[in-house]
């Protein structure tokens, strides 16, 4: 029996993570040829990753106007593949500014769309949550406040967890973390996260220190 295709897709580090994950729980579960956009997790997982996510992983209007090119080509390459292959399954993970497009290109060729770890539409840009009822069979959440949100609005929808849950564990302890930094253990610690995207994190670092700083210090004198 030929294997069943799917389409797989991540558009940046942290989804190449999760969809690894996935691929590789599929592979040991049934018997899958899985395809799509990603980066060395995917690959090494054994899916067959037929452009990287490198190309499309971009931030802001600008960078978006000038890697247009990469874009198109890389929805053309997905599209293209899916035209050939016929998936039954195309699960796409978060990245909306690319998967929801690629979700309407796939729809017409019969591909049922599976959206893993569905975009935070609950904390900006809530309308877009009806582009996901038209072009998604089932979305997979990993909160479990979201099963409401994208239930209340029509789409079929699974809490499944968070893929870290049970996979991540601290290094250090408390005591240790503060003493190796020298850091007062009797003050509360806030941290800056910003995901997975260096180009995030060089742009935005300083800003949010320049932000931090003053807001720190207002806290400090509350007392907090």
Known sequence: MPAQQILLSAGEASGDMYAAR??????????????????DQMRAAGVEVITDYSEVSVLGITEILSHLPQLVRAMRRLVGAARERR???????????????????????????????????????????????????LALCIFPFEEKFFGDAGVPVKFIGHPLVGTVAPALSRGDFFADHHLDESLPLVTLNHQSCAMRWTRWAPLSHNFASPEFARLRRCGL
């Open 22 to 39: 996935l691929a590789a729980a599929l592979k040991a579960r049934t018997h899958t040829a899985i395809f799509g956009m990603g980066g």
């Open 87 to 137: 998936p039954e399954l195309a699960i796409l993970t978060d990245f909306p500014g690319f998967h929801l497009r690629l979700a309407r290109k796939l729809r017409p060729l019969g591909v049922r769309n599976v959206y893993y770890i569905c975009p935070q539409f609950w904390a900006w840009r809530p309308w877009r949550v009806r582009i996901v009822r038209r072009r998604f069979a």
